[in-house]
């Protein structure tokens, strides 16, 4: 009998015990849990955009947040290799996105932004986008459109993501973002990429100083809005950071000022000419790398360029996918290769990246960040490091100086 009473009183405590393990361990748990990081790209957004109409939103996230008076992209000053730069910290020389189309020889294929199969095919994208590095280390991640997470590489995706649709209305992209956000916490991501890309066409087709261009202004500026008023009523509102970037900025065209390639360049010559305005990558017929080079010498608004003469600043030479020449026109001048091209007028950018106003734009507002901080000159090379260090992950190697960026985070 008293042997029995010692057993149940052994159990009893026994099950005290592992009940206050329990409740230990459920108090054990961090207090303040990892921060999540959500990421917009206002595609084409230039550094000044916020001055050129009302934006009570972005406002606001200048009040309390950081903003930066420019962010330098990557050289060229084009769409994809600038995206692709911003998450994986890497020049378009090492990350070798070298543009919105190339030919790479290291896979026989060429590029195009245009064509599905090269989007979505992984063995394009070298370096290591931050989704990779997030979900390599279980922590899940989402992107609402962004160049490269329409392909597995190094064997991750998001685990939630979507095909390109350019037409798919931006409050729903939104309305998606806050459902990912609202999951329950084990398939819920820690990191969100998502992208607009009004300002870059409508900055093309009508100029970066146009009306129209100022019309749009407001409307991407509620749409942030309407993104910040739906965190806002989330659990989790107060460990989001929310950082704004563009890929570049835009520059005015002068319609005067235009260089047609075939009125130097003899097709013979030529084994491949891809690129677009302001940007041309040329691979020349065997002995005729010197015909072109010196038919293109000296010939005003452009700059042509051995492959082994690129300027050591834009990071660009090494890459093994760009060809032997390297033809870029000077600041408003337009390039094209074909002389029965339509006139070009507006806006265009993937010029010399230190151009001023190849600038674009970086603003954060969270518990990470500080509040009212102007950033002065950022770098869009350095955004991965910064968002690993929130996120609490190991940043893979990349061409980021977190001195350079780090400043923007509260100590
Ligand atoms: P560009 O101004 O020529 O450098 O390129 C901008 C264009 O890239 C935009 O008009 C978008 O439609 C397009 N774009 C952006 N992201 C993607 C994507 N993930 N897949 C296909 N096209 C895209
Ligand atoms: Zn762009
Ligand atoms: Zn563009």
Same mark, same amino acid.
Request: proline share 6%.
């Given at each position: 009998?008293?042997?029995?009473?010692?057993?149940?009183?052994?159990?009893?405590?026994?099950?005290?015990?592992?009940?206050?393990?329990?409740?230990?361990?459920?108090?054990?748990?961090?207090?303040?849990?990892?921060?999540?990081?959500?990421?917009?790209?206002?595609?084409?957004?230039?550094?000044?955009?916020?001055?050129?109409?009302?934006?009570?939103?972005?406002?606001?996230?200048?009040?309390?947040?950081?903003?930066?008076?420019?962010?330098?992209?990557?050289?060229?000053?084009?769409?994809?290799?600038?995206?692709y730069?911003?998450v994986?910290?890497?020049?378009?020389?090492?990350?070798?996105?070298?543009?919105?189309?190339?030919?790479?020889?290291?896979?026989?294929?060429?590029?195009?932004?245009?064509?599905?199969?090269?989007v979505e095919n992984g063995k394009f994208y070298?370096?290591e986008p931050i989704w990779v590095t997030a979900e390599a280390?279980r922590v899940k991640t989402g992107s609402y459109f962004w160049v490269g997470s329409e392909a597995k590489i190094k064997g991750y995706q998001p685990t939630y993501w979507k095909l390109y649709?350019?037409?798919?209305?931006?409050?729903?992209?939104?309305?998606?973002?806050?459902?990912w956000?609202?999951?329950?916490?084990?398939?819920?991501p820690?990191l969100i990429t998502?992208?607009?890309?009004?300002?870059?066409?409508?900055?093309?087709?009508?100029?970066?100083?146009?009306?129209?261009?100022?019309?749009?202004?407001?409307?991407?500026?509620?749409?942030?809005?309407? #993104?910040?008023?739906?965190?806002?009523?989330? @659990?989790? =509102? /107060? %460990? &989001?950071?929310?950082?704004?970037?563009?890929?570049? !900025?835009?520059?005015?065209?002068?319609?005067?000022?235009?260089?047609?390639?075939?009125?130097?360049?003899?097709?013979?010559?030529?084994?491949?000419?891809?690129?677009?305005?302001? #940007?041309?990558?040329?691979?020349?017929?065997? @002995?005729? =790398? /010197? %015909? &072109?080079?010196?038919?293109?010498?000296?010939?005003? !608004?452009?700059?042509?360029?051995?492959?082994?003469?690129?300027?050591?600043?834009?990071?660009?030479?090494?890459?093994?996918?760009?060809?032997?020449?390297?033809?870029?026109?000077?600041?408003?001048?337009?390039?094209?290769?074909?002389?029965?091209?339509?006139?070009?007028?507006?806006?265009?950018?993937?010029?010399?990246?230190?151009?001023?106003?190849?600038?674009?734009?970086?603003?954060?507002?969270?518990?990470?960040?500080?509040?009212?901080?102007?950033?002065?000159?950022?770098?869009?090379?350095?955004?991965?490091?910064?968002?690993?260090?929130?996120?609490?992950?190991?940043?893979?190697?990349?061409?980021?100086?977190?001195?350079?960026?780090?400043?923007?985070?509260?100590?």
């Amino acid at each position: 009998m008293k042997k029995t009473i010692i057993l149940l009183l052994v159990g009893l405590a026994l099950v005290v015990l592992v009940q206050d393990f329990l409740q230990n361990k459920k108090k054990a748990q961090p207090v303040a849990p990892r921060p999540y990081v959500v990421m917009l790209s206002l595609d084409g957004f230039r550094w000044d955009y916020q001055d050129k109409a009302p934006t009570p939103t972005l406002d606001s996230i200048t009040k309390y947040g950081v903003k930066a008076t420019g962010l330098q992209p990557s050289f060229p000053s084009k769409t994809f290799p600038n995206h692709y730069s911003i998450v994986t910290g890497l020049y378009p020389g090492n990350h070798e996105l070298i543009s919105n189309s190339f030919y790479a020889p290291d896979i026989k294929q060429y590029y195009s932004i245009r064509d599905r199969s090269k989007v979505e095919n992984g063995k394009f994208y070298k370096g290591e986008p931050i989704w990779v590095t997030a979900e390599a280390q279980r922590v899940k991640t989402g992107s609402y459109f962004w160049v490269g997470s329409e392909a597995k590489i190094k064997g991750y995706q998001p685990t939630y993501w979507k095909l390109y649709d350019h037409k798919f209305p931006y409050y729903q992209r939104v309305d998606s973002i806050i459902n990912w956000l609202n999951k329950p916490y084990s398939e819920r991501p820690k990191l969100i990429t998502w992208y607009l890309d009004k300002a870059d066409g409508v900055g093309h087709k009508h100029g970066p100083d146009s009306k129209e261009l100022a019309n749009t202004i407001p409307m991407l500026d509620s749409v942030i809005g309407y #993104f910040l008023q739906q965190t806002n009523m989330l @659990d989790i =509102k /107060d %460990s &989001i950071n929310f950082i704004i970037v563009s890929d570049h !900025g835009m520059q005015t065209i002068d319609t005067q000022k235009v260089v047609y390639l075939d009125s130097y360049i003899k097709p013979q010559w030529v084994d491949t000419l891809i690129g677009s305005n302001p #940007f041309y990558l040329v691979q020349p017929n065997e @002995d005729f =790398k /010197d %015909s &072109i080079l010196t038919s293109l010498l000296g010939v005003e !608004g452009i700059n042509a360029w051995a492959k082994e003469d690129i300027p050591e600043k834009f990071h660009f030479k090494q890459s093994k996918r760009v060809p032997e020449i390297l033809v870029v026109a000077k600041n408003g001048w337009s390039l094209t290769a074909n002389s029965k091209h339509k006139v070009y007028a507006g806006g265009t950018h993937g010029y010399d990246n230190t151009i001023p106003d190849m600038n674009g734009i970086f603003y954060a507002i969270g518990p990470n960040f500080k509040n009212g901080y102007n950033a002065g000159q950022l770098y869009n090379t350095d955004i991965y490091n910064l968002i690993a260090h929130i996120l609490e992950i190991k940043a893979a190697p990349n061409d980021g100086k977190k001195e350079q960026i780090f400043h923007v985070l509260k100590q």
